[in-house]
C-alpha cells in the first residue's frame, strides 16, 4: 500500500497505473464506505433510542437495524456486480476484494464514530467501551457489510441480465 503514496516520475506507465488505482480506490471504495458508515451509525442511534423508549419493540428493532444495513450492502453489491459484467473488461476490479476494503473502513469508522458518540452524548450505547466499538463491533460490521454485498455481486453476476 505504500507504493501508491509515492509520488511516481510523470510519464512512466507504472505511474499511471500507480495513480489510476488510488483515484478508483478514493472515487469508488470512500463513497460506498463513508455512506455505509452514516447509515450503521444512524441504525445503531435509531436502535438505541427504540431500546430505551419503546422497550417491547427492541426486538423488532434490532432486527430492523441489522435487515437495513445489510440489504444495503445487498443492493449496492448487486448494482456494482451488474455494472461489472456488463463492462467488456472484467478484469478492472476484483469486487471481493474490493468491497473488503469497504467493509473494513466503513467498520473502523462507525465503530470509532460510535464509540466517541457513546462517550460524549447520552446516547445509551449497551455499555460498550470505545475499544470494543473499535475492535469487537467493527469486526461484526465487516462480516454485516461484506457477507451481504458479496452475495449480492455474486448473484448478480450469476442471474443478472
Do not use: C, K
Amino acid at each position: 500500500m505504500a507504493e501508491h503514496l509515492v509520488v511516481p516520475r510523470s510519464g512512466s506507465a507504472a505511474a499511471a497505473g500507480r495513480i489510476s488505482t488510488w483515484r478508483t480506490i478514493t472515487t469508488a471504495l470512500l463513497p460506498r464506505a463513508l455512506a455505509l458508515t452514516v447509515l450503521h451509525v444512524l441504525a445503531r442511534t435509531g436502535l438505541a433510542y427504540a431500546v430505551a423508549y419503546w422497550t417491547p419493540f427492541s426486538v423488532a428493532a434490532r432486527w430492523l437495524a441489522l435487515a437495513v444495513v445489510v440489504v444495503a450492502a445487498a443492493v449496492w453489491g448487486a448494482i456494482d456486480g451488474h455494472r461489472h459484467r456488463a463492462r467488456a473488461d472484467r478484469s478492472a476490479r476484483d469486487l471481493p476484494v474490493f468491497w473488503l476494503g469497504v467493509a473494513f473502513v466503513a467498520a473502523g469508522l462507525s465503530g470509532l464514530v460510535y464509540g466517541v458518540l457513546g462517550q460524549v452524548s447520552s446516547i445509551r450505547t449497551d455499555g460498550n467501551a470505545f475499544v470494543f466499538e473499535v475492535t469487537t463491533g467493527a469486526a461484526w460490521i465487516v462480516l454485516v457489510i461484506y457477507v451481504p454485498a458479496v452475495v449480492g455481486v455474486a448473484i448478480e453476476r450469476r442471474f443478472g441480465s
